[in-house]
């Protein structure tokens, strides 16, 4: 059976602060790995992620994918009150399938 | 912009009725799915699609079953809703080919209660 699990479940940070989301997985027939962002609606696309090694930016966020260790890791730096979040990593082969999720809370 | 549209934002039945969750979607996508939601488990996967009248079943799909008679329609029915099923339920779709193979575009997800 697939699995993408998510570490670690929740954390709480002050607005400044780094932030480390990862995820781990074990899927048959790995395509894409995917980052979700959801706060109190559907989740929103982040990133997508295919190659090892290769860091995808968008502003303050980035993530990396590990394809021989199987781990994907989501930074964001210099957090804000509107990073607060629930983060969801994804993973394709034939089906999509989702971790539990990292619940962010950044404090001001 | 890609639209995924559900046909309830908030939707109250009560136990033993029949319930039709409705999705459409106007990009075209081959593949669609239906997840179920709920505090600390993530996104669970009930049920996938990734053609006309095809469907397959995901990692909870006991007491649900799906419909997809058109492509860009793919429906979630509750054969006979139990209390159990209270959650928030999300379809998406998603794209089957190209750089964005795999990116998943949800609807605004529904809110089932079943009293």
């Known amino acids: 059976e697939d699995k993408v699990v998510q570490s670690p479940l929740s954390l709480v940070v002050h607005e400044g602060d780094t932030v480390t989301l990862n995820c781990s997985y074990e899927v048959t027939n790995f395509r894409s790995l995917l980052w979700y962002k959801q706060e109190k609606k559907a989740p929103t696309f982040l990133f997508m992620l295919t190659s090892s090694g290769i860091e995808k930016k968008s502003g303050r966020l980035s993530s990396i994918l590990d394809k021989k260790e199987l781990f994907s890791i989501l930074n964001i730096t210099a957090t804000q009150t509107g990073d607060s979040a629930v983060y969801l990593c994804a993973v394709v082969d034939y089906k999509l399938s989702f971790g539990a999720g990292t619940t962010v809370t950044v404090r001001a | 912009d890609v639209k995924v549209t559900q046909s309830s934002r908030y939707l109250v039945k009560r136990t033993g009725e029949k319930v039709f969750l409705e999705c459409v979607q106007d990009m075209d996508h081959e593949n669609m799915f239906w997840y179920r939601q709920d505090p600390g488990l993530g996104l669970r996967l009930i049920y996938f699609?990734?053609?006309?009248?095809?469907?397959e079943k995901g990692d909870i799909p006991e007491g649900y079953s799906v419909s997809r008679e058109k492509k860009e329609r793919f429906s979630l029915i509750l054969e006979s809703a139990s209390t159990n099923q209270t959650s928030m339920y999300l379809c998406a779709s998603s794209y089957t080919q190209g750089v964005r193979l795999g990116e998943a575009f949800f609807g605004q997800g529904t809110r089932l209660t079943v009293v």
């Open positions: 699609s990734y053609d006309v009248k095809m469907k």
